[in-house]
Antibody
Framework: QITLKESGPTLVKPTQTLTLTCTFSGFSLSTSGVGVGWIRQPPGKALEWLALIYWDDDKRYSPSLRNRLTITKDTSKNKVVLTMTNMDPVDTATYYC??????????????????WGQGTLVTVSS | NFMLTQPHSVSESPGKTVTISCTRNSGNIASNSVQWYQQRPGSSPTTVIYEDKQRPSGVPDRFSASIDSSSNSASLSISGLKTEDEADYYCQSYDTNNHWVFGGGTKLTVL
């Protein structure tokens, strides 16, 4: 059974750096075809993709947030960490981590979320 | 990058069929697979469709999806609507650099 749980501060001040940890079980991030992604959702708004790290340590970032994001993994501890610098009130959101499957089928590449975490609400306020 | 546009809301009666569209504004909808996620109120999203039309195990076959290149859109259909289907639904795809894009979400009301 795959589970993921996000942890980190619930309140950060503007300009501070946010550090979120995704602790997972039921899979290894050293297995080919596996990734862990971060997605956020401001209150009452849509989902927004942030970043993704793959089993081979390849990384992808949202183009609009690339300069503020860093994603890393600790395979031995089953953890993925996301840092976001220069936090602003508009960054107030529920942050989800997710288990992503990556594979080829019929000469096309695919990836999708197989399992979502429960999410953690981060509020940015002074 | 491209955008995925969904209707803000749809509504239908129990037992009926509803279809939610997801239109890609640039690039070919068929060039990268489309996923659909269901998010019930107060809950995390769950995956109901991946790779355009595949259902994860445990998702009932009342959920189906397709791609229409002529309209450059994807569609999610839910037949035999139940009150438990009331949720927000999001489509998602990605570009050639594997940057993900989510649609704005559609609120499904089953009344």
């Amino acid at each position: 059974q795959i589970t993921l749980k996000e942890s980190g501060p619930t309140l950060v001040k503007p300009t501070q750096t946010l550090t979120l940890t995704c602790t997972f079980s039921g899979f290894s991030l050293s297995t080919s075809g596996v990734g862990v992604g971060w997605i956020r959702q401001p209150p009452g708004k849509a989902l927004e993709w942030l970043a993704l790290i793959y089993w081979d340590d390849d990384k992808r970032y949202s183009p609009s947030l690339r300069n503020r994001l860093t994603i890393t993994k600790d395979t031995s501890k089953n953890k993925v960490v996301l840092t976001m610098t220069n936090m602003d009130p508009v960054d107030t959101a529920t942050y989800y981590c997710a288990h992503v499957l990556c594979y080829d089928n019929n000469a096309y590449y695919h990836e999708y979320v197989q399992q979502w975490g429960q999410g953690t609400l981060v509020t940015v306020s002074s | 990058n491209f955008m995925l546009t969904q209707p803000h809301s749809v509504s239908e009666s129990p037992g009926k069929t509803v279809t939610i569209s997801c239109t890609r504004n640039s690039g070919n909808i068929a060039s990268n697979s489309v996923q659909w996620y269901q998010q019930r109120p107060g809950s995390s999203p769950t995956t109901v469709i991946y790779e355009d039309k595949q259902r994860p195990s445990g998702v009932p076959d009342r959920f189906s999806a397709s791609i229409d290149s002529s309209s450059n859109s994807a569609s999610l259909s839910i037949s035999g609507l139940k009150t438990e289907d009331e949720a927000d639904y999001y489509c998602q795809s990605y570009d050639t650099n594997n940057h993900w894009v989510f649609g704005g979400g559609t609120k499904l009301t089953v009344l």
